[in-house]
């Protein structure tokens, strides 16, 4: 069986022999860039290979990119194939953040025409209030070969998203807070506020208090009321760099809604125009939806 969405601590548990699996352990701190790898020696999954933000999921910013621009992927198909991935592999994503950063390589992977790849549902939280086994050993790798089929239509550039929503031929959709979306806090990028015509729907929706993914059928009614009447394939998902949207993404494929995409810029490479539309506030928000 292979996973494409999430998988359950129980089931990667029980597959951590598995020579075919290959595990990442993807934890990131935007405030602390460091925290991450430095979490991963401490103790991770046993078997789990580090994939860092910035330096393995993300390319140098430029001065007109957002603030985590897509890695340059022909790097990336090299660092999967010396980490030990080929086209075969079940592969397993994790942080310690509800997948908010493990969704980045999730999309990655699937954009490079690697469908065998999951989300640990509960992340490494979840796995450790389970008992489950971890390490502060680092895995032994056999570097193996992975090739890349990339389909570039995954994701979309800032003129598209202009032209789309003028056309009204998309449905965009905010995974940022709410402070952050309208405009009241913005503790990272220089600019508040969103683009107009967005909606919003901060990841933290699609999961319950357990910080477990919500069940597709309440997953498929919540976006189906948000996206009406525009079907999935026209849904373009942001946030603050890309990073996080993938969340929201990830979100409807579990509820059985595929094809949507990501705007890979997102709002910090939105503002880096200044020519650009942006809005502030509630009442514009829901004037313009």
Same mark, same amino acid.
């Given at each position: ?5 999430? =998988? ?8 951590l ?5 290959r ?15 430095k979490?991963?020696?401490? &103790? ?16 140098? =910013? ?8 897509? %890695? ?11 980490? +030990? *991935? ?5 592969? =397993? ?10 969704? @980045? ?5 699937r954009?490079?025409?690697h469908?065998?790849?999951? *989300? #640990?549902?509960?992340?490494? +939280? ?6 489950? %086994? ?41 995974? @940022?807070?709410?402070? @952050? ?8 990028d220089? =600019? ?9 729907r ?6 319950d208090?357990?910080? #477990?993914?919500? &069940?597709?059928?309440?997953?498929? @009614? ?19 760099? +890309? ?6 993404l ?6 059985g #809604?595929? +094809? ?11 503002i ?18």
């Amino acid at each position: 069986m292979t996973y494409t969405t999430l =998988v359950s601590a129980a089931t990667l548990a029980a597959n951590l022999d598995h020579p075919h699996w290959r595990i990442f352990d993807c934890r990131f701190s935007l405030a602390d860039t460091a925290a991450g790898y430095k979490s991963y020696r401490q &103790s991770h999954i046993p078997g789990a290979v580090y994939a860092d933000l910035n330096k393995d999921l993300s390319s140098p =910013v430029q001065p007109y990119t957002g603030r985590h621009p897509l %890695p340059n992927f022909e790097l990336l198909a090299a660092k999967l194939g010396d980490w +030990g *991935v080929n086209n075969r592999c079940q592969v =397993v994503v994790y942080d310690d953040a509800g997948g908010a950063f493990a969704g @980045r390589m999730w999309w990655l992977l699937r954009s490079m025409g690697h469908t065998q790849v999951a *989300v #640990l549902d509960g992340g490494y +939280g979840h796995w450790r209030k389970r008992g489950l %086994p971890t390490t502060a050993i680092l895995p032994k790798i056999a570097a193996s070969g992975f090739r890349s089929y990339l389909d570039d239509r995954q994701w979309l550039s800032a003129n598209q998203i202009e032209t789309g929503l003028a056309s009204r031929s998309i449905r965009l959709i905010d995974a @940022r807070t709410q402070e @952050r979306f309208f405009g009241k806090a913005e503790p990272i990028d220089p =600019v508040a506020g969103h683009i107009p015509g967005a909606l919003n729907r901060p990841l933290q929706s699609n999961l319950d208090r357990n910080g #477990l993914f919500l &069940s597709p059928d309440q997953l498929r @009614r919540q976006f189906s009321d948000l996206i009406a009447p525009w079907p999935a394939e026209r849904v373009v998902h942001m946030c603050g760099s +890309g990073v996080t949207a993938c969340h929201n993404l990830l979100a409807m494929e579990i509820a059985g #809604l595929g +094809g949507s995409k990501l705007y890979a810029g997102s709002w910090s490479e939105w503002i880096r125009n200044k020519n650009r539309p942006i809005a502030g506030d509630e009442r514009t928000a829901k004037s313009l939806t």
